[in-house]
């Protein structure tokens, strides 16, 4: 149940944001982090951005992930920034749910509408 934070002009990598953009960026993930925190009843946050394709980036434009995280939810903390070699195992246990489905239109609605609340 990750956020992601985009700046409002779109660019391929970090370095192409101006300083106002590069601290703008980092204050609205701030903010999200605090209430995914708070929604999700976690206890900590890992902010990640993947800047360039060597990265792992696979969306071309600047994106900040906002992971709320709980205590255990990796047996070694840093196997989170394992993206690669790991990938299936980082989303099994993100989600907490080996057998997950992917989540339907409304229910991703939902959740949107929830998200939608925490900031209004």
């Known amino acids: 149940p990750d956020g992601l934070v985009c700046p409002k002009r779109e660019v391929k ?8 953009e590069t ?13 995914l925190e708070q929604y999700h009843k976690a206890s900590s946050l890992t902010f990640a951005i993947q800047d360039g394709p060597q990265a792992g980036q696979t969306v071309p434009h600047v994106h900040i992930h906002v992971i ?3 205590k255990g939810d990796f047996e070694n903390n840093d196997e989170i920034y394992d993206i690669d070699v790991k990938e299936k195992e980082l ?4 989600d907490l749910d080996v057998e ?6 409304e229910e991703m609605s939902h959740e949107a509408n929830e998200y939608r609340a925490l900031f209004s």
């Open 13 to 20: 990598r970090f370095t192409d944001l101006s300083t106002d």
């Open 23 to 35: 601290s703008d960026l980092w204050v609205t993930a701030k903010e999200v982090g605090v209430r």
């Open 68 to 70: 709320p995280r709980k």
């Open 91 to 94: 989303k099994e246990k993100l």
């Open 100 to 105: 997950r489905k992917d989540r339907t239109m």
